[in-house]
């Protein structure tokens, strides 16, 4: 069963920066749960279909991806009783704040049945062994700007850029000079104060 599940946006979350694997076992049960950087829904369910593969004997593979800041989230208990699969994996990463990510775990049956709660609780741990081993990074949001300008004044646009941390993507000078800047959001309130002071043409704010 698959479901879709929208979540408020945090200002500022993480992101893997890398894969891991692990694996948790309790009356016979193994879990083996990976965590992998994702880009949208498809190479989510690329990932799912190849731990299908890797562990094609398992009898369950369970998961749920987070992307973006938590905007959007989706998960599976793929044949294990309703809610006590994936929505105890996204549980684990809507609480660490993480997002661009996919938690598959794979379940392999020990013969020993662990009950509603104690499938929660495994599904968790394995979650959690995870996330604990994964390293993260944060992801920044930028903005792009596109600024119009006179000669005379890209040293003070350029000085300013610095100063803000803003990056230039890209300068054209034709009758004037055409200066692409990316900055965090937070900035945008700046840059148009600044450009406003020097009569400056700000052109195409669009959030990345």
């Known amino acids: 069963m698959l479901i879709d ?30 965590a992998e950087p994702i880009s949208d829904r498809q190479h989510a369910m690329q990932i799912l279909q190849q731990a299908k ?34 929505k105890p994996i996204l549980n684990v990463l809507q609480h660490k704040h993480i997002g661009d990510i996919m938690l598959v775990v794979v379940r392999y049956f020990g013969g020993i049945k662990l009950g509603a709660g104690g499938l929660v609780r495994a599904y968790s741990a394995a979650a959690q062994m995870a996330i604990d081993a994964l390293p993260l990074t944060e992801f920044v949001s930028l903005t792009e700007v596109v600024l119009v300008f006179d000669f005379a004044q890209e040293q003070s646009v350029r000085h ?25 959001t937070e900035q945008v309130s700046h840059i148009q104060e600044f450009a406003l002071a020097l009569g400056i043409e700000l052109r195409n704010v669009l959030q990345e």
């Open 160 to 184: 300013w850029a610095q100063v803000h941390d803003a990056q230039i993507h890209e300068v054209t000078y034709a009758d004037k000079v055409s200066m692409e800047l990316a900055m965090t």
């Open 5 to 34: 599940a929208n979540v408020p946006a945090m200002t500022s979350y993480h992101i893997p920066a890398a894969s891991v694997e692990v694996e948790y076992e309790i009356k016979k049960s193994r879990f083996i749960c990976r």
């Open 53 to 86: 593969r890797d562990f094609p004997d398992a009898r369950h593979h369970c998961w749920a991806y987070v992307l973006g800041n938590q905007v959007s989230a989706a998960m599976s208990d793929d044949g294990e009783p309703t809610g006590t699969a994936g």
